[in-house]
C-alpha cells in the first residue's frame, strides 16, 4: 500500500461496468415493466412516453441538484395515471427493470480482480454512483464477490422532493 493513498474510490457506469445490449435481455425487462404495471398501452407507446417522461425528470433533476426516491419516481413522474399504492409497492423493481432495459451491466473484465486485489493490499475502496436504484449495487458486489472489499455503510443521495 502506497502510504499516502489510503482510500480508493470508483466510479461504476463505465469504469467498473460497462452495459450489454443484449436484446433477450432487453427483452424480457420491458415486458417486465408492462407486465407489472397491468398497462393495456402498446410496447411502443408506454416506452416513447417512459423515455420522454424520464428525460424531462433527469433534466429536472440535474437542475436542482435533486432525486426523488423511487417511489416518488414512479407515482410523481413516471407513472402519475396509474394506481399510486400499486406503483409505489413496486417501485424497486420497476427501477431495476427499466434500467435493465437498456441492457445488461457486468463489470469489465479485469475490475473484479483489481479490486480484490487492492481490498488484499490494505486498500479502504469506496464507490461513487448515481443510479437511481438502492439495490442495484449492492446486488452487483455480492453476485461478483467484492461486496467484503467495501466498507457496509450507504450513503443516499436521494433527497425528498
Not at 443484449?22 to 411502443?44: K, P, S, V, W
Not at 454512483?129 to 449495487?137: K, L
Amino acid at each position: 500500500m502506497t502510504p499516502d493513498i489510503k482510500t480508493i474510490f470508483f466510479d461504476v457506469g463505465n469504469t467498473l461496468r460497462i452495459v450489454l445490449k443484449e436484446q433477450d435481455f432487453i427483452d424480457r425487462a420491458e415486458a417486465g415493466l408492462m407486465e407489472l404495471i397491468h398497462t393495456t398501452e402498446t410496447h411502443d407507446e408506454l416506452f416513447a412516453k417512459l423515455e420522454e417522461r424520464w428525460k424531462k425528470y433527469r433534466k429536472m433533476s440535474k437542475e436542482t441538484l435533486l432525486d426523488a426516491s423511487e417511489g416518488e419516481l414512479w407515482t410523481q413522474y413516471m407513472l402519475p395515471e396509474y394506481d399510486a399504492n400499486m406503483i409505489f409497492a413496486n417501485a424497486a423493481k420497476l427501477t431495476r427493470l427499466w434500467r435493465d432495459h437498456d441492457g445488461r451491466r457486468v463489470a469489465r473484465a479485469d475490475a473484479v480482480d483489481t479490486i480484490k486485489e487492492l481490498c488484499a493490499r490494505g486498500y479502504t475502496l469506496g464507490i461513487i454512483a448515481n443510479t437511481v436504484t438502492e439495490t442495484e449495487i449492492p446486488d452487483w458486489m455480492a453476485a461478483d464477490g467484492v461486496a467484503q472489499c467495501f466498507k457496509t455503510t450507504i450513503l443516499s443521495s436521494k433527497v425528498r422532493l
